[in-house]
């Protein structure tokens, strides 16, 4: 399968070096957080890899809801759920639980299938920063520290109404971000269409710290940086 060259499993734990990684980050999800980098001092495994494996390893259901706890920072073997409760954890030997997943209704467990709606959600995940946090940042005024820019992604949660279609696709349909001090949570909501039909919604959120009044100008200019850095990682 495709994840395979970007995560090792044995005795039923699953292990996720940087490099891999960093690659999954930028050859799948179109993602260039310099978070994902291997050398990164503030490394961490992209929450989409695991929601990945999740779905690869444990099925796709018509209901998902992931929360992620914690940030997997290095190569912790992550050990594998064994159970159809409605409710798994994905933990590590230490029972340092990393996301936790509510599912229900029908499940669709043909590797074809989970893959392609993988690709699909993984690649519109990856253009939050710029394509849709910069004009929702800028709509309320406001701003991450550039300097240390730290935006977490917090949970993700979809319904299908016909999980079974073949080549979803998923496109922005709202934004919104609710400021609370220095504090800030953006949701974007999604429509998940097939063959021109929706077939399901879901709603991404992402926690955004060290919020500052906005300033077009050391916005743009982190933007062209941050571009540089993307078009010198492809």
Do not use: W
Not at 41 to 68: N, S
Not at 111 to 124: L, N
Not at 186 to 191: E, H, K, S, V, Y
Request: net charge negative; charged share 30%; proline share 6%.
């Amino acid at each position: 399968m495709f994840l395979d060259e970007y995560h090792q499993i044995s005795d039923g734990e699953i292990r996720i070096t940087p490099t891999q990684a960093s690659r999954f980050a930028r050859e799948i999800a179109g993602d260039y957080n310099p978070i994902h980098d291997p050398d990164a001092r503030r490394f961490c495994v992209p929450g989409d890899l695991l929601f990945a494996l999740i779905l690869h390893y444990c099925g796709l259901h018509e209901r998902m809801t992931f929360r992620f706890r914690d940030m997997l920072t290095g190569p912790n073997p992550l050990l594998l759920p064994d159970t159809d409760d409605a409710t798994i954890r994905v933990a590590d030997s230490q029972g340092r639980t990393y996301v936790e997943v509510e599912r229900g209704g029908a499940v669709i467990r043909d590797p074809e299938r989970i893959a392609a709606f993988t690709r699909h959600y993984v690649s519109f995940s990856g253009r939050n920063f710029p394509h849709f946090l910069h004009p929702l940042l800028a709509r309320e005024g406001v701003m991450f520290n550039p300097d240390r820019p730290l935006v977490i992604y917090d949970s993700m949660g979809f319904e299908l109404s016909d999980p079974g279609r073949a080549d979803p696709f998923m496109e922005l349909s709202d934004s919104r971000l609710d400021v609370a001090g220095r504090r800030g949570d953006a949701c974007l909501d999604f429509r998940i269409t097939a063959g021109g039909k929706t077939v399901g919604h879901g709603t991404k959120k992402l926690v955004i710290s060290g919020l500052r009044p906005y300033d077009a100008e050391r916005m743009e200019r982190f933007i062209a940086d941050f571009e540089r850095r993307a078009q010198a990682k492809r």
